[in-house]
C-alpha cells in the first residue's frame, strides 16, 4: 500500500503528451475581455513546429438590458517567437464574426506548460476591429485560457539498428540529425537521453510540489537504460526511484517502477511528448 501511494506522486508528475515542437492538437477553453465579447468560449487547432491554425467558438453577450446574447465564430493563425524555459511567447492574428458584425484581431500571445504535462495555460492581449453598419470599433482585446494538448507524431518506417555502448546500454538507431547540426549517432542519442531525463526531472520535481500538503522530503532518482530513435521520433526507457514521507504518518514510502518517455525530434535536440508506465 505504501509503495502505491509513492508510485502515485511519481505518476502524477508523468503524465501525458508534452511540449509543442512536434504536431499538437489543441483543445481550449477561454474567455476574453475588452473588445472581446466572449463570455466563454472554445477553441481547438493543430501545431506543426512553429506555427498553428486553430478555429474558435464563444457565447457574447449583449451587454444590453432585454437583448439576449449572440454567438461568435472564427479563427485564428499563430506563430511562435521565443521560448524561455516552459514560456512560449507567440503572434497571432485571427477574424471573426460576432452576430452580424466581423471582427479582425492581432496581438501577442504567451503559453505556459510543464513537459510531459497534457494542460498549459495561456494569456493573449492585443487589438481588435469590429465592423459595424455605421463605422469600425477599434480596442484593446485580453484573453485566457487553458489548453489540453494531444500530439500526434508517428514514428517512421525502418527498424532501428542495436548500438552498445561502452557503459553497456543497448541503444537502437536508424535515421539521422539533420544535416545541419552534424551529429553522429552517438551524439544524437546522448541528446535524446538528455531530454528525456530533463523531462522526467521536472515532471517529478512539479509533482513533488504540487503533493506538499500530502508528502515532505521528496527524493527521486531517474535512470535512462536504452533509447530508441527511429528518423524523427523516439523513445527513452528506464526506472524512476521515489522515496518520500507521508505527512499524516510520518512514515518513509519509496517505490521503483519502469517506462518509456516517448521523443520527437526538434531542431537538432529533442523534446518529450509523452509517457507510458511499465510495471512488467
Known amino acids: 500500500m505504501k509503495r502505491a501511494v509513492a508510485l502515485g506522486l511519481a505518476v ?6 508534452g511540449t509543442a515542437g512536434a ?16 463570455i466563454v468560449g472554445g477553441r481547438v487547432g493543430f501545431q506543426e513546429g512553429r506555427f498553428g491554425i486553430y478555429g474558435q467558438g464563444a457565447y457574447c453577450t449583449s451587454n444590453v438590458e432585454g437583448q439576449s446574447g449572440t454567438g461568435a465564430f472564427g479563427g485564428l493563425i499563430t506563430g511562435d517567437l521565443f521560448t524561455f524555459g516552459n514560456v512560449t511567447t ?47 470599433i477599434i480596442g484593446p482585446r485580453l484573453a485566457v485560457g487553458v489548453n489540453y ?31 545541419e547540426c552534424k551529429l553522429t549517432p552517438e551524439q544524437d542519442i546522448a541528446s535524446a537521453r538528455s531530454a528525456a531525463r530533463a523531462a522526467a526531472n521536472e515532471g517529478l520535481g512539479a509533482a513533488a510540489s504540487a503533493y506538499g500538503a500530502a508528502y515532505s522530503s521528496v527524493s527521486y532518482k531517474v535512470e535512462i537504460t536504452s533509447v530508441r530513435i527511429n ?21 518513509r514510502v519509496s517505490g521503483t517502477y519502469g517506462g518509456t518517455i516517448k521523443l520527437v525530434r526538434s531542431g537538432c535536440g529533442w523534446q518529450a511528448t509523452g509517457f507510458t508506465r511499465n510495471d512488467g
Open 23 to 38: 504536431a499538437d492538437i489543441r483543445l481550449g477553453l477561454n474567455s476574453s475581455v475588452g473588445l472581446g465579447c466572449q
Open 12 to 17: 502524477a508528475g508523468l503524465s501525458t503528451v
Open 231 to 251: 528518423g524523427n521520433s523516439g523513445s527513452a526507457s528506464g526506472t524512476v526511484t521515489i522515496s518520500a514521507t507521508q505527512n499524516s504518518s510520518g512514515q
Open 149 to 179: 494538448r494531444l500530439n500526434v507524431a508517428t514514428l517512421q518506417g525502418q527498424i532501428p539498428a542495436p548500438l552498445v555502448f561502452e557503459d553497456g546500454t543497448t541503444n537502437q538507431y536508424a535515421g539521422s540529425a539533420p544535416e
Open 90 to 136: 507567440y503572434a497571432l492574428v485571427g477574424a471573426e464574426v460576432q452576430g452580424s458584425n466581423t471582427a479582425l484581431q492581432g496581438g501577442l500571445g504567451l503559453r505556459y506548460g510543464i513537459a510531459l504535462l497534457p494542460v498549459e495555460a495561456y494569456v493573449e492581449v492585443g487589438a481588435q476591429r469590429i465592423s459595424t453598419a455605421l463605422q469600425p
